[in-house]
């Protein structure tokens, strides 16, 4: 066997990636990693309803699995950096591709959502990376307590303007879900023209009940509902 023959798989799979198609396959595959990411966090968030201490016992069990939890991290954030990277070289190449900018650009055949895609996504991660030092860290928390989740949720979302966020970037991930679940199935050629309007329905449906489900958090404690 020679030494061409052995790098061949190697050099597909550059090529493939190097193409639209692959990047938007890889787009989709992060993508559907970290839509199953939001629907396992919110299913342990609505757990604040439950009270303090099933949601501290829900973190406390998840912290007593180093290696899951460090190894789910790992992953989340290769999914992200994966997922940042391909739109922003897919992103690139639309540009490269019209040289020359629309006298007058008319959003013909796409939706809001889509259309919001490139800007919503740094503001989602702009969000998660202020989640993360508001309740994995506590240094935007000046009520951090260690261990007790439920304390720091309540506490944070007192703040207006930090419920105010979440709730702004819940609504940007819900145009993001909605646009980024239909169209992961075209990017992964399983998409019958049959069923496009089945799916952007189901996406929508979807991306607004996950959005739902995690605004309720921050409303109710605002309203004094959960306290």
Known sequence: MSAASVGLPGRRSERFYSSTVGKKAVMAVSGCILFLFVLGHLAGNLQIYEGPEKLDNYSRLLHSMPAVLWGARITLLVMVVLHIWSSIQLALRNNAARPTAYI??????????????????PIILAFVIYHLLDFTFGTVNPAFQEGNV?????????LPLVSAFYILAMALLCMHLYHGLWSMFQSLGVHPPRYTLALKRAAAVVAILIAAGNISIPVSVMAGLVK
């Open 104 to 121: 007058k650009k008319k959003a013909a055949g796409s939706s809001y959502a889509s259309r919001t895609m490139y800007w919503s996504g």
């Open 150 to 158: 439920y304390a720091n949720v309540v506490a944070s979302f007192q």
